[in-house]
């Protein structure tokens, strides 16, 4: 009965001890950690650099006065009007303020090439045939120089990747180059024939301009101190004076828009 009861306690033990160290043997998976934070590099300044391009520049159409001798004037829009050259570069400093809050001070370019077509009902000089009308293919070139306030709020750090809104205020110069407009006779009631005309050059107009931005977009961190910026920016340039000729003759752009893509790098670190 003893020896049973022996045998008893030392399986018992042995199952219990055994099996605490099979227990501690055995390996134990982890979990992959996953961080959601703000962005994790530290504050200080940044500098940074893009690059966009726009598929449309200048929803607002220009609008065009035209002043003949004897005092008679017509105007309307350039139909059609197109502008092309969609890119664009930029450059600026920054500085992080905190994992969610940054700011940047930005200089901005771009150029654009602008065509339209104006339509009079005035009779053309060539022929001084009532009832005729002119129409005069417009070509320009355009610059624009901005200087851009922006603020950004960085949402949140997944493994690197980084969405951020941002909004910013500024000015822009832009200035218009010389407007190069080839008139022609249009019949109407009477003919245009024999009716020949030369070229006709309209001032460029130089402004500056209220512009405001709204940014979206997402950075991913190569490094501490190295992030690419992948985004979309919407950015409005108010109208302005686009050209101006003899007395009475002038022209102007309603503003300029700009819907973007934008790739950029950002280095910090000091």
């Not at 065509?115 to 070139?141: E, I, K, Q, V």
């Not at 980084?162 to 110069?173: D, E, F, K, L």
């Amino acid at each position: 009965m003893k020896s049973s009861t022996v045998i008893l306690a030392a399986a018992t033990s042995l199952a219990l001890f055994g099996g605490a160290a099979m227990a501690e043997e055995r390996p134990i998976t982890e979990a992959p950690e996953v961080t959601i934070s703000g962005d994790s590099s530290a504050t200080g300044w940044y500098l940074r650099g893009d690059l966009g391009y726009a598929p449309g520049t200048g929803n607002e159409t220009p609008t065009y006065l035209f002043n003949e001798a004897g005092g008679a004037a017509s105007g309307g829009e350039f139909d059609p009007a197109r502008f092309s050259k969609p890119f664009s570069g930029g450059a600026g400093v920054g500085y992080q303020f905190t994992d969610i809050w940054r700011a940047d001070l930005t200089a901005d370019f771009f150029k654009s090439d602008f065509t339209g077509t104006a339509r009079t009902d005035l009779p053309c000089a060539a022929s001084a045939a009532a009832g005729t009308g002119c129409t005069s293919g417009a070509r320009a070139d355009l610059r624009a120089y901005g200087i851009m306030a922006n603020g950004y709020a960085d949402l949140a750090t997944i493994a690197g990747l980084t969405p951020y809104v941002g909004a910013g205020i500024g000015v822009s110069n832009v200035r218009w180059g010389n407007v190069r407009s080839q008139p022609e006779c249009v019949d109407g009631a009477s003919t245009c024939s024999g009716a020949t005309f030369s070229q006709q050059n309209f001032n460029g107009e130089s402004s500056w301009r209220f512009t405001y931005a709204l940014m979206a977009g997402l950075s991913y961190e190569v490094t501490d101190n190295l992030k690419i910026d992948f985004g979309y920016r919407f950015s409005d340039i108010a109208g302005g004076r686009m050209f101006s000729g003899s007395p009475g003759t002038s022209g102007r752009d309603d503003g300029l828009t700009r819907h973007e893509i934008r790739i950029g790098l950002r280095i910090g670190g000091w």
